[in-house]
Every structure is written in structure tokens, then in C-alpha cells.
């Protein structure tokens, strides 16, 4: 029974985020991001402090480097005494230090959720465990419709950055029978094929950058006008349930957050397929002695990391490895699902896939 508790409690780790946290987030982050110089990033457990510490002051640094990472060190020490976090409970503190005119500036933030232990000195902020995980930063077009109106609105995170309203007079009713209720019907659906046209070609303008595209709306607009989307859109497109155009902004930010962590199952799935596909023709390594050797030779396309990696033996060395493929520009992935990471037995590893094969 206490195993089965155990398992729950660490099952909940990767339930979905609250709006309200995914909300606070993504400010927080909005903010980050425009730190434009060498940064210092930390991630690490609630009651890691200590140890945090001491991997700070055994890792050496350049000078700058350095001068930030003893302000962390104090912060971490501040924080060890008042864990401040935007969810209910302090699972990850995160802290971002940078030096500002000559003065080293702190940012830190605590999340109820689990993050990987991430040390790692960058020319930028190092933000992205934030969006494989908890889904923040994300480009979503949110389109919401019936016959006669349609919103548009693009989501950058929980900030809307660009939206658009369009409208066209419909009249609901003819009253005349005959060929005269055929002819009125008929200029009906014409006039409102006309304007979903248009709203696609509106769609196609707003969906840069945009992952996905989720359309919603009350009645069956929504599935007439899917059939107006090109391939190109329908390849990003997913269906909104329970979506109308007085649907709560909280509610909204539930149903992006939703699709966002559908959406990246379904990329980590992927990505897996193709792990298992390149095994054979020689371009994947496990073993993390080759994974970091190929890692030095810059042989390394994308790196899969489980996201508990830190409660390996071998945490230190994934940890150097994580920024090691960040200023190499290989792609990182972190793993969140038990079931992936069991799959490919990552517990106490990292994978990669290579852009040529090794020896």
C-alpha cells in the first residue's frame, strides 16, 4: 500500500500544471528572456541547497562567471530559509544570474513541479526545461467560430500577441417556400464558404511560429471550415471541445495547456520512433562515455534526457554533458513520461542521436 502511495505521488509530478502557475510562469519567463548577456542558470530539488552550493564552488569558472555564481550561492542560502514558489507547494527553485552594468543581477523563481538539475553557464538564460515540461513559451493559434464570426487570437505563453475579429450579416431565416427558399439557402452557404475563406487565408497569415492551431466553436462551423485549412494547416490543427466566444480566459488557459502537453507526448513519442529506427544504421549511442566523447567532437544531433536524471550516480557528468550539447548546438530534449523513460532505460543515462556515425 505505502509503494502504491509512493508511486501516486510521484505519478502527480507530472500532472498539468494549474493555470494560475502556468499563468505566473510564463510572465516570469516573458521577463528572462530578455536578459541579453552571459547568464548563469540554476535548477535544483527543494532541500538540494546545500549540495547546490557545494557544485557551485567545486566547478570552476571564469571571473565573471564566478562573481556570479557567489550571488547565487547567497541566494540559495536566502532561499533555504524562505522557499518562495508560484504553486502551492516548492518542488524546484530556479534562480538566473547576469551581470548588468557591472552589477550581478538575480532572478529566481520556485514551481510546484518537478525540473531537472540543470547548472549551466550560456550566453543566454537557459529556459527550455520550462517548456518541455511544463509547457510554458509555446505559440499556439487559438481560432474560435461559428457561421457568421470568427476570433483569432495568437497566444505567445499565456500572453495574447496578436488578435483579429471577423464578421459577416447572415440573415437566420427565409420565410418564402419554393424555389425562393432554395435560391436563399444556396446564397447563404455561398456567402458563408466566402467567408471561410477568407478566415483561412487570415489563419495562413497569423500562423507563423505557431506549433499548433486549435479551433473550436459552437455548432458545426468548425468542421466545415476545417475543410478550407490547406495540408499545411491541418497538420497543426486540433479540435477544441466546449469553446465559444464566452468562454473564460482561465478556461482557455486550461484547454491550451491541455493540447500543449498532448501535443508534446506526441513529439517525445516521435522522437523515440526515430531513436529506435536510426539504432540499426549506427547513428544513436547510449553509453554516456560515448555519448560524451561525441558530444566534445560536436557528433551529437539531439540529446534525450530523462528529466530525473539527477537521482542517477551520474548526475554531475549529464549535468556537464546538458551544457556541453547547449553551447554545441545540439538539440535537447527532456523526457517527463515514466512509461518513455522506463522504455529507454534513461534512469541512469542520457541518448543520443548522432549526425554521423562513430566508432
Not at 499563468?23 to 516573458?30: K, M, V
Not at 564566478?66 to 550571488?71: F, N, S
Not at 437566420?172 to 483561412?200: C, E, M, N
Not at 482561465?250 to 520512433?273: G, T
Request: proline residues 2%; contains cysteine.
Amino acid at each position: 500500500m505505502k509503494e502504491k502511495m509512493k508511486n501516486m505521488e510521484n505519478s502527480s509530478d507530472y500532472f498539468e500544471i494549474s493555470p494560475s502557475e502556468w499563468l505566473s510562469l510564463n510572465q516570469f519567463l516573458n521577463e528572462v528572456k530578455q536578459i541579453n548577456s552571459e547568464c548563469v542558470s540554476v535548477y535544483y530539488p527543494y532541500g538540494k541547497g546545500k549540495d547546490t552550493i557545494e557544485l557551485l564552488e567545486n566547478t570552476r569558472r571564469n571571473k565573471s562567471f564566478e562573481k556570479i555564481e557567489l550571488k547565487i550561492e547567497k541566494k540559495i542560502a536566502e532561499l533555504k530559509k524562505n522557499p518562495i514558489s508560484v504553486g502551492k507547494y516548492t518542488k524546484t527553485l530556479c534562480i538566473f544570474g547576469w551581470i548588468e552594468n557591472g552589477k550581478v543581477k538575480i532572478k529566481n523563481i520556485g514551481t510546484s513541479k518537478k525540473l531537472p538539475y540543470i547548472y549551466l553557464a550560456s550566453k543566454k538564460p537557459y529556459i527550455k526545461p520550462f517548456g518541455d515540461v511544463l509547457k510554458t513559451n509555446y505559440d499556439v493559434l487559438l481560432i474560435t467560430l461559428d457561421q457568421k464570426s470568427a476570433r483569432l487570437q495568437k497566444f505567445h505563453g499565456s500572453q495574447i500577441t496578436q488578435e483579429t475579429k471577423l464578421r459577416i450579416d447572415l440573415q437566420g431565416r427565409h420565410k418564402k417556400g419554393g424555389q425562393s427558399q432554395g435560391r436563399f439557402l444556396r446564397a447563404r452557404q455561398t456567402k458563408i464558404h466566402v467567408f471561410f475563406k477568407k478566415i483561412a487565408s487570415k489563419v495562413k497569415e497569423m500562423n507563423s511560429n505557431s506549433e499548433l492551431i486549435l479551433l473550436g466553436g459552437v455548432g458545426p462551423a468548425k468542421t466545415e471550415f476545417y475543410n478550407e485549412l490547406d495540408s499545411e494547416l491541418i497538420k497543426k490543427c486540433r479540435f477544441v471541445e466546449n469553446l465559444s466566444f464566452s468562454t473564460s480566459i482561465v478556461d482557455i488557459h486550461k484547454k491550451l495547456i491541455r493540447h500543449l502537453y498532448e501535443y508534446r507526448r506526441q513529439y517525445v513519442a516521435e522522437l523515440v520512433e526515430k531513436y529506435e529506427k536510426l539504432v540499426k544504421e549506427g547513428l544513436t549511442a547510449k553509453r554516456n562515455d560515448a555519448i560524451y566523447e561525441a558530444l566534445k567532437n560536436g557528433a551529437v544531433d539531439t540529446l534525450i534526457v530523462s528529466a530525473d536524471y539527477h537521482t542517477s550516480s551520474q548526475f554531475k557528468k549529464i549535468m556537464k554533458m546538458v551544457e556541453m550539447a547547449k553551447n554545441t548546438s545540439s538539440k535537447i530534449e527532456f523526457a517527463v513520461s515514466p512509461k518513455i523513460i522506463k522504455k529507454l532505460n534513461i534512469d541512469n543515462s542520457v541518448l543520443a542521436i548522432l549526425r554521423y556515425q562513430i566508432k
